[in-house]
């Protein structure tokens, strides 16, 4: 499970002393753990990639505030933050895989127009979910159902 895979991971970084990856570790853990709080669940694979997911847009997020503010020792702080984190997600989509992935999803929901996308979207969400920027997907879906 990715969840022990993480707990692991903090256990190894207590011992090396890396204080630094050490905090990302237990801020992962601490959304996760607050997710199961708040939902009263326990947290399987595909749950742990969308909180991680969540917080990989959030440091982007705020990776752009700080590069537009000249706060560059803020946005380092940040994009290490995001590295350790897509250390836990799968290997990425390539550009022809989600397409083909995205063609199969409009044919299958049978998509036509824009008013379908939500159909699109729930057959494509749970297979690229981490392993794709869902902003991105979500733009590719509009353009393909406008055009």
């Known amino acids: 499970m990715l ?12 011992k090396a002393g890396d204080k630094v990856r050490l905090g990302v570790i237990r801020l992962i853990l601490a959304a996760i753990k607050q997710r199961e709080i708040d939902e009263r669940i326990e947290l399987d694979d595909p749950q742990v990639l969308v909180v991680l997911d969540k917080m990989l847009k959030q440091r982007r997020d705020s990776i752009t505030q700080y590069s537009a ?38 044919v299958s929901s ?22 794709a920027d869902m902003g991105a997907v979500s733009a590719m879906v509009k353009q393909r159902l406008a055009g």
């Not at 022990?4 to 190894?12: A, H, S």
């Not at 998509?111 to 981490?130: E, F, L, T, Y």
């Open 3 to 14: 969840k022990q895979q993480i707990q692991d991971d903090m256990k190894t970084a207590m």
């Open 69 to 106: 503010a000249g706060r560059e020792d803020l946005a380092d702080v940040e994009r290490f933050e995001v590295e350790v984190i897509q250390g836990y997600l799968p290997t990425a989509l390539t550009d022809e895989e989600l397409t083909t992935l995205l063609d199969a999803a409009i």
């Open 110 to 131: 049978g998509a036509v127009a824009m008013s379908d996308m939500g159909k699109v979207m729930a057959i494509v969400r749970p297979q690229v979910q981490g392993r």
